[in-house]
């Protein structure tokens, strides 16, 4: 079962959108795929449920904010009680494949505030091991989903704290949205350098924790998908290629696939609980995105599988 995490520093670049449509697009496929919404403004979770609906069913202790918190409270529970299938989307899928949900929760900055507490010792050793047990907090509840899903996405925050850390300890890829311009492309060389600050210093402490449990983690990058495209007969703008060349000249790897700008369709979107792959409009420019979509997602499972 693939963990992959999805991240860029800045936001507003198309990251929770690209995630619903991947995570639709392969559920239409027929994966069984499990989304894990670990940013603190939900977008991800209210783009398959209506705020009321949180409100409801799930605010008060069914989300990500919940297992974290059972940690502290000395009553820790298996995180396959939070999962649940979004009613709308599981109907337009019709049984093709299945999607599956953790909602998140405003709460999970304080989260991280507790998690860091966590992370001192009397000494060395302590802290040591106290880096460890905080860190690899979710992959060891992620570990008990292995036979239930082919597929785990995770919608991170667009910073590096310790719940995103979380998140990259359990990923065995990283998948970085990114809009081509100045700011978006500017953080994803510093994000591959501190992916390497965390990885580091966890497997050096595995290796010298002789009583530890605990395995190395080697979580490697996906790729770059280039989002939010302007097209000007079919190509991305003069304005923007620069930028998808220049991250490329950095030997990151860069999708060949890339996803237009469309307010609309996107925007609108959320409102309904469906990721637009999955919404059966007229075809013209929709069809353009659809198919944009479709080519970035065999490009993503190509990638996975190799």
């Known amino acids: 079962m693939p963990v992959v995490s999805v991240i860029n520093y800045k936001g507003g670049v198309g990251k929770t959108t690209t995630t619903a449509n991947l995570a639709a697009e392969l559920a239409w496929r027929g994966k069984r795929v499990l989304l894990l919404d670990l940013d603190a403004q939900a977008s991800l979770t209210f783009s398959f449920v209506q705020p009321d609906y949180w409100n409801e069913h799930l605010a008060e202790d069914q ?135 965390l990885v580091e210093p966890f497997n050096e402490y595995v290796t010298m924790d002789n009583d530890s449990k605990s395995e190395t983690i080697d979580p490697t990058l996906l790729g770059v998908i280039f989002t939010m495209i302007q097209v000007q007969s079919q190509q991305p703008i003069s304005t923007q290629r620069p930028y998808m060349a220049q991250t490329k000249a950095l030997g990151l790897p860069v999708f060949d696939a890339w996803i237009r700008e469309n307010k609309t369709l996107f925007g609108d979107a959320p409102e309904y609980g469906v990721p637009v792959v999955l919404t059966g409009q007229s075809p013209g420019t929709y069809q353009n995105v659809v198919n944009e979509l479709e080519e970035f997602v065999t490009e993503f499972q190509e990638r996975l599988d190799e």
């Open 63 to 197: 989300t990500i904010k919940s297992w974290f918190d059972s940690f502290s409270s000395g009553t820790p529970f298996p995180i396959e009680q939070l999962i649940f299938q979004p009613e709308r989307t599981r109907q337009r899928l019709d049984g093709r494949g299945e999607l599956h949900l953790v909602s998140s929760h405003l709460g999970l900055i304080n989260v991280d505030l507790e998690l860091a507490t966590k992370l001192g010792g009397a000494t060395l050793k302590q802290a040591k091991t106290s880096f460890l047990r905080v860190h690899q907090r979710l992959k060891n509840g992620l570990e008990d989903l292995v036979d239930d899903f082919d597929l785990v996405l995770i919608d991170c925050p667009p910073n590096f704290n310790v719940v995103t850390k979380t998140a990259i300890v359990a990923s065995d890829k990283i998948l970085v949205p990114a809009k081509p311009d100045y700011l978006s492309t500017l953080g994803i060389d510093y994000l591959r350098r501190n992916l390497n600050d």
